[in-house]
């Protein structure tokens, strides 16, 4: 999401104090940039205050929603963080942000200072605490030092981002040299007429992409035809992308366009091209020689102009080394190739995305955005997201629906990411359970999650588990699980 416009929480210039008179502080450019979290109005506005009068640019937050809100927004120097933030402490939040920024120092505000909670919030990765009421030079100091230190690597990180601003595209989300590599990419291809054949999984965003690549052509005041060549049955596709005349067949009872001609001076989409019979991509494979082709039953050459993006999530390599596609067609959309990784393998994208959709449904929906318990968050990185992107945002838009308090808790999850976390999660709630009543919980949620799976059906249940379904019978009964009616298949 740093590729949203810098306007939320920019603010004019903080108007500077005689800098003559500040030799200690002059050293320090201004528009450094600090974040304070607070939810306590009079703290926010005394250590704004002081801060834009230090030649800090400083930006507010009220819970910590808001602050990651910020966070993924902007780049900031450092965090002033609440410890007693309501709904989530600071020091649950510190997982969360460091996942969004890992460098980002944060000095936390505390009333209380007890030795316990300043160890918590070191142990978690705070670089240093001020107690309220606070001494304003002591706290400078500690501001000024916690930024010296980072200065270096906040520099480096600064100059990468700018760059990257000026290649990142709205809606696609992600930090990984994975993403920002393939940002770079779009921006060179998106320009030209070049094919470009877009592979990945299922869910990585093939779609998302092709239609950044067409927003950012000159063709992006033309129509983007997206056709999803698997999808159409196959005796209609030749007529969906060529047209027909009146006549051609039975049905045809007027002369109609095709798609090629719909997208002509636009981008024309060629989605699940991997399934396309072999027949259709002959004829395809002219189009894109030449830009001409001719409507089913029609005798008139029609020549346009289109750009084509295709888009597979099988590996056409293998499918023409199988010969189920034609190595001549898949030359000619292989002019330029883009992968898009799996979601397991840029995982540092997965705060980011969960954020992104949190706030999207939750805007959606019209409530505050949920934030993520660090639990929620943990699993999630641990989690391999078989079904990439789509699966994730599919999650988040469960827990936003779900959620009916300020957090996103473990149990808001899908079971399939709660795995295997039952015992330490059980223990964790009920420290005085013995083993036997872990053992039991966790055959409990075992059970119950593979007969959900198999939609209630107790028989397919029993030979997934490999007993039979009396001894199935008997751990329903015995460990008190609520079946649920089958639901039509
Ligand atoms: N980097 C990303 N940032 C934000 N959203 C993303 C990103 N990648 C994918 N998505 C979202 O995930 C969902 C799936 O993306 P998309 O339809 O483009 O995937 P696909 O690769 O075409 O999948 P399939 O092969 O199943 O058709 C969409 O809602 C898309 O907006
Ligand atoms: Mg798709």
Not at 82 to 92: K, M
Not at 189 to 196: A, L
Request: proline share 5%.
């Amino acid at each position: 999401m740093h590729d949203l416009p810098r306007t939320e929480g920019d603010r004019p210039e903080a108007v500077l104090g005689d800098q003559t008179e500040r030799p200690a502080f002059a050293a320090h450019p201004a528009g450094q940039r600090i974040l304070i979290v607070d939810d306590e109005a009079g703290i926010r506005d005394s250590l704004e205050t002081l801060l834009t009068l230090e030649g800090f640019r400083v930006d507010l937050a009220a819970d910590g929603a808001a602050g990651l809100e910020q966070l993924s927004r902007n780049v900031y120097d450092l965090m002033l963080l609440d410890l007693a933030l309501p709904g989530q402490s600071g020091i649950d939040l510190l997982p969360q942000i460091h996942a969004l920024v890992p460098e980002l120092p944060v000095i936390m505000i505390t009333a209380y200072g007890t030795v316990g909670n300043v160890v918590d919030a070191i142990r978690a990765g705070a670089c240093n605490f001020i107690q309220k009421p606070w001494d304003n030079e002591k706290l400078l100091a500690d501001i000024r030092v916690a930024i010296g230190k980072n200065r270096a690597e906040q520099e480096v990180v600064h100059l990468k981002r700018t760059l990257r601003q000026r290649v990142s595209f709205e809606n696609i989300v992600g930090k990984s040299e994975a993403m920002l590599q393939l940002f770079d990419l779009i921006a060179q291809v998106s320009p030209s007429r070049s094919t470009v054949l877009i592979q990945g999984e299922s869910g990585t965003g093939k779609e998302l992409i092709a239609k950044a690549i067409h927003a950012h052509s000159p063709r992006r005041d033309k129509p983007f035809i997206p056709v999803n060549t698997g999808a159409v049955p196959s005796d209609l596709l030749e007529s969906t992308l060529f047209g027909h005349e009146r006549g051609a067949f039975t049905s045809a009872v007027a002369a109609k366009k095709g798609l090629f001609e719909v997208a002509d001076g636009g981008t024309l989409f060629l989605d699940e091209i991997g399934t396309m019979r072999m027949d259709m991509q002959a004829k395809i494979l002219r189009v894109l020689q030449d830009r001409r082709f001719m409507h089913v039953g029609g005798t008139k050459e029609i020549q346009v102009d289109i750009r084509i993006l295709a888009a597979t999530n099988v590996n056409l390599e293998q499918a023409v080394k199988e010969g189920r596609f034609r190595e001549d067609l898949f030359y000619r959309l292989n002019v330029i190739s883009l992968e898009l990784p799996p979601l397991r393998n840029r995982k540092e994208d997965i705060p980011l995305l969960a954020n992104h959709y949190l706030k999207f449904y939750a805007e959606e929906n019209g409530f505050t955005p949920p934030v993520l318990a660090p639990e929620s968050l943990r699993l999630m990185m641990d989690y391999d997201w078989p079904g990439n992107v789509r699966e994730l945002e599919n999650a988040m838009e469960r827990g936003v629906v779900l959620a009916n308090g300020p957090m996103l808790t473990p149990d808001l999850l899908p079971s399939q990411l709660r795995g295997n976390t039952f015992s330490t999660a059980l223990l964790e709630q009920k420290p005085d359970a013995s083993l036997f009543d872990v053992m039991e919980e966790i055959e409990r949620r075992i059970i119950s999650d593979r007969l959900e799976r198999c939609n209630w059906n107790q028989t397919e249940t029993s030979e997934y588990f490999r007993i039979p379904l009396s001894t199935l019978n008997q751990k329903i009964k015995r460990l008190d699980i609520t079946l649920k009616k089958r639901s039509k298949e």
